[in-house]
């Protein structure tokens, strides 16, 4: 899979402008003061869904609804946000979206995908599982099966990597978490398409860390995905195409602890009162991590969601 081009990506955000606003991108005192940086927090909690996800499912809906106009159904698996922005544009063009979850998952999101209308199924104890319940439901019921990463969905991705690398002077690096790949695959093409220097840097969760050990031995390496924290990070199966894009372009990879994700979202709170998930702190947990390196420095965090029960939420705050 190639890169998409600007003009790809350009018309990706004219879809995405027809349901939201771009999200901002704001530089934050005390962050700055933290870090001994200048922290570019990139606010994907701030769309419809409170996650970045709602981009490529826009892109993707739009185009299916008229590619294969007969589809009237359609059918994913996720953790919570792919599900939501798969059900918010499915929504929009008059689609039924039919949700396969893991048991136990996030009571919060399962609600917040019943309330844009999805029929939620349950099946296995983790993504992959649902994911290969999700493929089989799809054959037997003839649903349309929406992919967890896809060329339009990096399409859409990347109009928020074009927002960020536009609106902000040059940035040294960018960092920003990898759950299957979608969003620094879209940083990758924003910062292509603007023929910038900028480096990106991935970040997973150690707990979670089937790319990390991919991207060191060049090729899809198997590994459980046991976060407690940052379940948008739990990828046990890498996907071969991310995987090809982020060796091309992607500078390195860091590994972050639950520990780190919950001190990140608390400092995150602390000084900007915005509700991360573990997966959306998990870049600034990087950042954290690395402060020594970034001190001086211009830099980038995509905040890639919100979407945490307020029971995990609160707990982290306490500690």
């Not at 027809?18 to 005192?29: E, F, G, K, L, R």
């Not at 922005?85 to 039919?98: E, I, S, T, W, Y």
């Not at 990597?161 to 920003?176: F, K, N, S």
């Not at 060191?216 to 894009?245: H, M, Q, S, Y």
Request: hydrophobic share 45%.
């Amino acid at each position: 899979m190639q890169l998409p081009s600007l003009e790809s990506l350009t018309r990706a955000a004219e879809i995405v402008a027809s349901a939201m606003s771009p999200t901002p991108q704001y530089v934050w005192p005390l962050i700055n003061a933290r870090t001994g940086a200048e922290v570019w927090v990139k606010h994907e909690n701030h769309t419809p869904i409170g996650a970045f996800k709602i981009r490529g499912a826009l892109v993707y809906v739009n185009w299916l609804k008229h590619a294969q106009p007969q589809v009237k159904t359609v059918i994913a698996a996720t953790r919570g946000n792919h599900g939501q922005a798969v059900a918010f544009a499915a929504n929009r063009h008059g689609l039924k979206a039919v949700i396969a979850v893991p048991s136990g998952n996030s009571r919060e999101k399962n609600s917040a995908m019943r309330a844009l209308g999805a029929e939620l199924v349950e099946n296995g104890l983790d993504f992959q599982s649902a994911s290969e319940f999700a493929e089989g439901l799809a054959r037997e019921r003839g649903y349309h099966r929406v992919p967890s990463f896809h060329e339009l969905l990096v399409r859409g991705t990347g109009t928020y990597g074009l927002e960020l690398l536009r609106a902000a002077p040059e940035l040294d690096t960018v960092y920003v978490p990898i759950g299957l790949g979608s969003s620094i695959c879209g940083m990758l093409a924003a910062r292509a398409a603007l023929n910038l220097r900028t480096r990106i840097v991935g970040v997973v969760a150690a707990a979670s860390p089937s790319y990390a050990i991919s991207f060191c031995e060049g090729k899809p390496i198997r590994r459980p995905a046991e976060t407690r924290l940052g379940d948008g990070l739990a990828c046990a199966v890498p996907d071969p195409e991310a995987l090809e894009l982020i060796l091309s372009g992607v500078e390195r990879i860091v590994q972050i602890s639950d520990e780190e994700i919950a001190g990140a979202m608390r400092a995150l709170f602390q000084d900007t009162h915005n509700v991360t998930e573990g997966a959306g702190a998990a870049s600034f947990a990087a950042v954290l991590q690395e402060k020594d390196a970034v001190r001086g420095r211009r830099i980038g965090a995509v905040l890639t969601g919100s979407n945490v029960d307020s029971d995990v939420f609160a707990g982290v705050l306490r500690i």
